[in-house]
C-alpha cells in the first residue's frame, strides 16, 4: 500500500473518530464569561421542598398538584413577578393517560409569570419548565426531583436574576402542568395564547438538570435555528460542566425535539432550546430523590441556562 494512501485512511480514521458527540458537539469552554450569581440557597431548599413527600409526587389533577401550583404561584408573588391576567394561573381541562397507563382526566394549571422588557416589551422569551410528575403508585411516592423540581426551582433564580438584571424583551416565566400526561400544559399554552405566538422569540426549556454522572448536559434545538447555533449556543462557557448539543435529529442519539415541552411550541414553528441530561437509573422511579441530585452540577446548570437566556435576549 502507498505511503500516501495509508496517510489519507489514517486521516479518514481520525475524522471518523471526532464526528462524535464529545469532539463534533462539545461547546467552546474557552470562552470568558462575566460571573452570574444565582442564589443557589433558596434554589436547592425550593427543590427539596417540591421533591419531599409533602408534595405528593406533583400529579396533574391531585392535592399534591395544588400544592405544587400554590407554592410555585407564591414564589412568584415572592419576586414580584407581574400576572399575564388577573392571577398567576391558567387553567385548562385535560384527558390523558398517566406514565402508569392510567386515564387521567380534569382540570390543570399551568403558572406564568412576567418580566416586562426595557426596550421590547412586546416581545417576549418563554423560559419554562414543567412541574407535574407522577404522584403515588401503591405505596411509593415519586417525588421526581430531577425531573422536574429540578427545572422547576432553577426558574426562582432565573426569574430572580432578570428582576435585578432587566432584559431588552420581555420574559414569560412558565411552570408547565400536564407533561407527564403528553406536553398539555404546554400544547394548552401555545394553542391559547395570552400573548400572540408571532411575539414569542424563543423557547427555553429545562427537563432534568439536576444530576449525570459523566458531568454533561446538553442543549438540543441547534439543528432547527442557524441563529440560536451561532449567535447563542457557540457562545455559551462553562468550566465546570461538559456542554453538549445534538440529541435533535442529526446524530445517532435519541431526537429528543418532541421529548418535553419545548416540542409544543416548535409544533408551532418557534425557536428552542433545551436543556436536560440523558435518562439516569432513577429516571420516572421512586428512587429519583433529592439525595441523588448533585449540587454543584445542577447550579452550574441554571447558571449555563441564564447564560443562554441572556445572549437570546441580545441577538434576537
Request: hydrophobic residues 35%; neutral net charge; proline residues 1%.
Amino acid at each position: 500500500m502507498k505511503y500516501n494512501t495509508i496517510i489519507i485512511i489514517a486521516l479518514l480514521i481520525i475524522f471518523c473518530s471526532c464526528n462524535t458527540r464529545v469532539q463534533k458537539n462539545k461547546l467552546n469552554n474557552n470562552i470568558t464569561e462575566v460571573a452570574i450569581d444565582v442564589d443557589s440557597v433558596n434554589q436547592i431548599e425550593s427543590l427539596k421542598t417540591l421533591s419531599s413527600d409533602i408534595y405528593l409526587g406533583r400529579e396533574t389533577g391531585t392535592k399534591g398538584g395544588d400544592l405544587s401550583r400554590n407554592y410555585i404561584a407564591d414564589k412568584f408573588s415572592a419576586l414580584k413577578l407581574e400576572k399575564l391576567g388577573d392571577s398567576y394561573f391558567q387553567s385548562f381541562k385535560y384527558n390523558g393517560n398517566n406514565d402508569h397507563g392510567e386515564a387521567k382526566k380534569g382540570l390543570a394549571y399551568n403558572v406564568l409569570g412576567l418580566i416586562r422588557g426595557t426596550k421590547n416589551s412586546n416581545k417576549f422569551i418563554v423560559v419554562g419548565a414543567h412541574y407535574d410528575h407522577l404522584g403515588i403508585h401503591g405505596k411509593k411516592i415519586y417525588n421526581g426531583a430531577d425531573d422536574n423540581a429540578s427545572g422547576t426551582a432553577a426558574l426562582f433564580s432565573i426569574a430572580n436574576y432578570f428582576k435585578n438584571n432587566p432584559p431588552k424583551n420581555s420574559i414569560i416565566i412558565a411552570a408547565w402542568d400536564g407533561e407527564e400526561i403528553g406536553l398539555l400544559g404546554s400544547k394548552y399554552y401555545v394553542n391559547h395564547p395570552i400573548i400572540l405566538q408571532k411575539d414569542i422569540l424563543c423557547n427555553i426549556n429545562m427537563d432534568m438538570i439536576g444530576r449525570n454522572r459523566q458531568n454533561e448536559l446538553y442543549v438540543t434545538g441547534t439543528r432547527h435555528s442557524k441563529v440560536l447555533r451561532d449567535s447563542v449556543v457557540s457562545k455559551l462557557y462553562s468550566n465546570k460542566i461538559k456542554l453538549l448539543t445534538g440529541h435533535d435529529g442529526d446524530d445517532r442519539e435519541d431526537d429528543w425535539t418532541y421529548s418535553s415541552d419545548h416540542g409544543s411550541f416548535h409544533q408551532k414553528g418557534i425557536p428552542f432550546l433545551y436543556f436536560g441530561v440523558e435518562d439516569h437509573q432513577d429516571y420516572h422511579r421512586a428512587s429519583d430523590t433529592f439525595e441523588k441530585i448533585e449540587q454543584e452540577f445542577y447550579i452550574e446548570a441554571t447558571r449555563i441556562v441564564i447564560q443562554a437566556t441572556k445572549k437570546v435576549d441580545e441577538v434576537m
